[in-house]
T-cell receptor, first 114, second 115 residues
Framework: DVKVTQSSRYLVKRTGEKVFLECVQD?????MFWYRQDPGLGLRLIYF???????EKGDIPEGYSVSREKKERFSLILESASTNQTSMYLC?????????????FGDGTRLSIL | AQSVTQPDIHITVSEGASLELRCNYS??????LFWYVQSPGQGLQLLLK??????LVQGIKGFEAEFKRSQSSFNLRKPSVHWSDAAEYFC?????????????FGKGTKLSVKP
């Protein structure tokens, strides 16, 4: 089975801090994704990557950046955390064999910014 | 642009009753469609997917979904709901307008199960 592991289930940080969320997948997937999930808004794509050192903006990239130095690891960075970034963050990965491959999700990181 | 609509925000059914969750998509050609389930505090788990062929697809946990091109729908069904099915359900379509692998998600339907 595909395993997508997010480093923290719960995280509490302060306004203005630089925050790192880490995600690792063990299936040699080319594609990796970061979403945030808020009540009533569903999943919104922040950034995705389809190869090492490659990244593309999703629907809501403002205030975030990403890093993909190795194929299995995709990091989301909040450069200067703000309270409106309090949310559930979900990482996913998928194979790049055509467009039909499903995404596999981690368990999420619930981030609170105080 | 592609989109996915789940018209029902919250549905409550009795345990043992049948279930149908609605999903409508907008896309010109044959879409690639998915249903995911999210239990409280967890990530999303794939229930089933449709790419082509038989329009009735079977998934895990006793779920099935039917693709109806004429109605642009991909509704999820289960003949008899169990209390453990209480969760949030998301329909998604592959985004052909973006780079590889992107999915567009509906806003989800929360399912509650009455004893």
């Amino acid at each position: 089975d595909v395993k997508v592991t997010q480093s923290s289930r719960y995280l509490v940080k302060r306004t203005g801090e630089k925050v790192f969320l880490e995600c690792v997948q063990d299936m040699d997937h080319e594609n990796m994704f970061w979403y945030r999930q808020d009540p009533g808004l569903g999943l919104r794509l922040i950034y995705f990557s389809y190869d090492v050192k490659m990244k593309e903006k999703g629907d809501i990239p403002e205030g975030y950046s990403v890093s993909r130095e190795k194929k299995e690891r995709f990091s989301l960075i909040l450069e200067s955390a703000s309270t409106n970034q309090t949310s559930m963050y979900l990482c996913a990965s998928s194979s790049r064999t055509g467009k039909s491959q499903p995404q596999h999700f981690g368990d999420g990181t619930r981030l609170s910014i105080l | 642009a592609q989109s996915v609509t789940q018209p029902d925000i919250h549905i409550t059914v009795s345990e043992g009753a049948s279930l149908e969750l609605r999903c409508n998509y907008s896309y010109g050609a044959t879409p690639y469609l998915f249903w995911y389930v999210q239990s409280p505090g967890q990530g999303l788990q794939l229930l089933l997917k449709y790419f082509s062929g038989d329009t009735l697809v079977q998934g895990i946990k006793g779920f099935e979904a039917e693709f109806k091109r004429s109605q642009s729908s991909f509704n999820l069904r289960k003949p008899s709901v169990h209390w453990s099915d209480a969760a949030e359900y998301f329909c998604a379509v592959a985004n052909y307008g973006g780079s590889q692998g992107n999915l567009i998600f509906g806003k989800g339907t929360k399912l509650s199960v009455k004893p």
